[in-house]
T-cell receptor
Framework: AQSVTQLGSHVSVSEGALVLLRCNYS??????LFWYVQYPNQGLQLLLK??????LVKGINGFEAEFKKSETSFHLTKPSAHMSDAAEYFC???????????FGKGNQVVVIP | DAGITQSPRYKITETGRQVTLMCHQT?????MFWYRQDLGHGLRLIYY???????DKGEVPDGYVVSRSKTENFPLTLESATRSQTSVYFC???????????????FGEGSRLTVL
C-alpha cells in the first residue's frame, strides 16, 4: 500500500524567500507522485506530477519538484514566494495502474509580507 | 460546461435528516471518488467507483451510501446525518485510458456540510 508523509502542518515563508515543502512516500511499486494546491474555498488543482519520465518536474506558478528514489522523496520548491502562493498543498502517491491516491495531511503555507 | 460539478455548495441540516450531495462529470471518466476534508485529517476517502454499478468502500464509509447508475453521476447520501459528518466533501474523477492511467484526480469545488 502507498502512503505519504508531509511534516509541519503550517509553514510560514517571507515574500521573496524560498518555498520548500517536504514529501516522503512509501510504495511497493513504482510510484506516480503528485502535488496539489488548494486555495481558500476551492477544490484541489494539480500543481505538478511525476510519472516516471524526467525526475525534475516543473509545474504551474513557478513550482518544481524532484523525484529522488534513493530518498523516497518528492519535495516541492519555489525560488521566490509570492503572496498569491498562500494556500494548502497536498502531496499524493499512487502505484502503477492504481487509481487510488494516498494523500498527505497537507501543508498550510502562509506568506509574510 | 465541461468539468466536474458538485451541488449544493453549501448545506445546513439537522441531526437525523437525510442529505444527498450530488456530483456530475462531463469527461466520461470511469473512476469517481468521494473524499471528506477535516482539519488535522487531510483528505479521507469515503467511497469510490470504478464504473457504473461498481462501488467500493474507502477509509471512512460508515454512515454514507453511494450509487452510480450512470457513468457521469456519483451521488453521496448521508442516511441519518450526525454532527461528526460536518465537513467539506469533495468529489473527484480520474481517467483510466491507456497512458493517462496515472491516478491523477480532477476535483470538484467541494460541498460544505454543516450538521446541527
Amino acid at each position: 500500500a502507498q502512503s505519504v508523509t508531509q511534516l509541519g502542518s503550517h509553514v510560514s515563508v517571507s515574500e521573496g524567500a524560498l518555498v520548500l515543502l517536504r514529501c516522503n512516500y512509501s510504495s511497493s511499486v513504482p510510484p506516480y507522485l503528485f502535488w496539489y494546491v488548494q486555495y481558500p474555498n476551492q477544490g484541489l488543482q494539480l500543481l505538478l506530477k511525476y510519472t516516471s519520465a524526467a525526475t525534475l518536474v516543473k509545474g504551474i506558478n513557478g513550482f518544481e519538484a524532484e523525484f529522488k528514489k534513493s530518498e523516497t522523496s518528492f519535495h516541492l520548491t519555489k525560488p521566490s514566494a509570492h503572496m498569491s502562493d498562500a494556500a494548502e498543498y497536498f502531496c499524493a502517491v499512487s502505484g502503477f495502474g492504481n487509481n487510488r491516491l494516498a494523500f498527505g495531511k497537507g501543508n498550510q503555507v502562509v506568506v509574510i509580507p | 460546461d465541461a468539468g466536474i460539478t458538485q451541488s449544493p455548495r453549501y448545506k445546513i441540516t439537522e441531526t437525523g435528516r437525510q442529505v444527498t450531495l450530488m456530483c456530475h462529470q462531463t469527461w466520461s471518466h470511469s473512476y469517481m471518488f468521494w473524499y471528506r476534508q477535516d482539519l488535522g485529517h487531510g483528505l479521507r476517502l469515503i467511497y469510490y467507483s470504478a464504473a457504473a454499478d461498481i462501488t467500493d468502500k474507502g477509509e471512512v464509509p460508515d454512515g454514507y451510501v453511494v450509487s452510480r447508475s450512470k457513468t457521469e453521476n456519483f451521488p453521496l447520501t448521508l442516511e441519518s446525518a450526525t454532527r461528526s459528518q460536518t465537513s467539506v466533501y469533495f468529489c473527484a474523477s480520474s481517467d483510466t485510458a491507456g497512458t493517462r492511467n496515472t491516478g491523477e484526480l480532477f476535483f470538484g469545488e467541494g460541498s460544505r456540510l454543516t450538521v446541527l
